[in-house]
């Protein structure tokens, strides 16, 4: 059976996530009901393997899936096809490659990478509306970035993990923490861009709300590293809303899209 990777964008608003749950619209559930319509294999309950699971809420532009289907196609037909029976969802598949049996969209990724968008102003949130958290004071981004600078290196990330993660180890590698200041009408837009093998549960959600707690001038940024230390999930700031946050990419080692 050919296996072919996909990336994929979506608005995570309507679902209850990435993950096929029963009776709850998810982000999975709607890709294997449109493979289904193409497949023979889907049609009777073939699963497909993403690079991760994402909440409720959370949005995508680099998700990356697998597929095992019945017959060979030509890359650019099963994408306009995957695409036509998607509608109207709010998901799109962005490119479609043939790999070899061994690629795992899960187990062959070498790095997440995450995005999450705040905007700083009183007037509400229109454009963007689902896609930003809003919070109505501006931020002192360069504490921040102080702050950000305790939680890169492999650390215990107890405090910043959901007590549902299913992780079997709090242990994780974060490479990067990457604060953007940028203009915003009659406001202050603030992205936090990570980076890391590996994410727990929640992990990026708490340590933007507990990053944000600094910006507002409510934490020192040394309690950070005292908050990481503690080990303790009470010791964390505030978990901010999922609509802020998306999936940006997934890196592979060779990339299988290229340039696409």
């Known amino acids: 059976m050919p296996r072919y990777a996909f990336r994929v964008e979506y608005d995570g608003a309507p679902f209850s996530g990435w993950q096929a749950q029963a009776g709850q619209p998810s982000v ?3 890709i294997e009901a449109a493979l289904g319509r193409l497949d023979p294999g ?3 309950g073939a699963r497909i393997a993403a690079a991760g699971r994402t909440d409720a809420g959370v949005h995508a532009s680099g998700q990356v899936f697998h597929a095992d289907l019945v017959k060979e196609w030509q890359v650019f037909r099963l ?3 995957l695409n036509w029976h998607l509608k109207p969802d709010p998901v799109a598949v962005t490119a479609v ?3 070899e ?6 187990f062959s990724a070498l790095e ?6 705040l ?3 009183r007037a509400p949130i229109v454009a963007d509306r689902g ?4 919070v109505l004071k501006p931020l002192d981004v360069e504490a921040m970035r102080v702050a950000g600078q305790h939680l890169v290196g492999r650390h215990d990330f107890t405090t910043f993990r959901s007590t549902m993660c299913q992780s079997a180890s709090p242990v994780k590698t974060l490479d990067e923490i990457r604060i953007e200041a940028l203009d915003y009408p009659a406001g202050q837009e603030v992205r936090f861009h990570l980076r890391a093998r590996s994410f727990l549960h929640n992990q990026v959600r708490s340590i933007v709300g507990t990053l944000e707690r600094v910006g507002a001038g409510a934490w020192e940024p040394s309690r950070v590293k005292a908050a990481l230390k503690a080990r303790d999930r009470a010791a964390c700031g505030p978990v901010c809303p999922p609509q802020g946050l998306s999936l940006t990419g997934v890196g592979y080692d060779p990339d299988p899209f290229g340039s696409a």
């Open 42 to 44: 889907f049609a009777q």
């Open 28 to 30: 999975q559930g709607a």
């Open 119 to 121: 905007v700083a102003r």
């Open 79 to 81: 994408g306009e096809a």
């Open 101 to 106: 049996d061994d690629f795992h969209a899960r």
């Open 97 to 99: 490659v043939p790999v």
């Open 112 to 117: 997440r990478r995450y995005t999450f968008r």
């Open 131 to 134: 896609w930003v958290w809003q």
